[in-house]
């Protein structure tokens, strides 16, 4: 049995009176790749934002490597190896592409390494190389997407986070995205993405969730799911 990483229990989180997520359970075990997929406000993002410390929880319980993780900001999960890159990117819009990825390290001390770690993000996303000295807010909306995924990467994550990573993008970086993602995966970093793009999300994924008005509604193998005439009706597009 694999290893769980990440337990969601119970969890409820209310924005004022709104209850955004309802009572969710859900797990990811390590070296999985898990979609959460649903229509919008369906409470995805919400989630992700508990999970990463970003949001109070009303109730409920997240678990990380066994232990409850309730109440611990963001930065000190990046620390314990669970990385966010957020809906919107949340990249530093007046440091430089290069100042943004050394932020992504900020937990890291071994110099040398750090280096090694840039340069590969570098030939992963060409694009953010030749533009290194360039603020991060002039950058285009993909190219912010690859600095996000690029400076999460470099905190050597054991689990990422994503976020709508494919929104606003065109189809080439969205192809380019997801090839990312699958590359990141092949590598052993466990993944929970957030995606409008479902037929692509349970594609790649192990296992998927459909939430819907704040609950999990449906669970499967992603492949599995992608062939279910139901998650097609209403998610698919069919
Ligand atoms: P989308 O795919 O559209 O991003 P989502 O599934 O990620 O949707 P959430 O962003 O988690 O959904 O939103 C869940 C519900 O919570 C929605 O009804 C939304 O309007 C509400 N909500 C989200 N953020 C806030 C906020 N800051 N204040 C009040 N309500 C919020």
């Not at 769980?4 to 999985?32: H, S």
């Not at 690029?150 to 080439?172: F, H, N, Q, T, Y």
């Not at 992603?222 to 069919?238: C, N």
Request: proline fraction near 3%; aromatic fraction near 6%.
């Amino acid at each position: 049995m694999a290893k769980t990483l990440l337990k969601i229990k119970g969890l409820k989180v209310a924005y004022g009176g709104i209850q955004a997520v309802k009572g969710v359970d859900f797990e990811v075990n390590e070296g999985e790749l898990v979609s959460l997929i649903g229509s919008n406000g369906a409470g995805k993002t919400t989630t992700m934002k508990a999970i990463t410390g970003s949001l109070p929880i009303n109730d409920g319980d997240i678990e990380y490597l066994g232990k409850s993780i309730r109440g611990q900001g963001p930065w000190d999960l990046v620390k314990q190896g669970l990385a966010m890159v957020p809906e919107g990117r949340g990249i530093f819009t007046r440091m430089t592409i290069l100042e943004n990825l050394q932020m992504g390290a900020y937990i890291r001390d071994d110099k040398a390494e750090i280096l090694i770690d840039i340069d590969k993000v570098f030939t992963i996303f060409p694009r953010l190389k030749e533009r290194k000295d360039q603020l991060a807010g002039t950058l285009s909306g993909g190219e912010q997407q690859m600095l996000a995924m690029g400076r999460a990467l470099i905190s050597r994550p054991k689990v990422l986070l994503l976020d709508e990573p494919s929104m606003g993008l065109s189809p080439i970086m969205v192809d380019k995205i997801f090839e990312v993602i699958r590359d990141v995966y092949a590598q052993g970093v466990t993944i929970l993405l957030v995606e409008q793009n479902a037929s692509r999300a349970l594609a790649i994924a192990d296992r998927g969730y459909v939430m819907d008005s704040g609950l999990i509604t449906m669970t499967g193998e992603g492949k599995t799911m992608l062939t279910d005439p139901k998650v097609r009706a209403a998610y698919l597009g069919e």
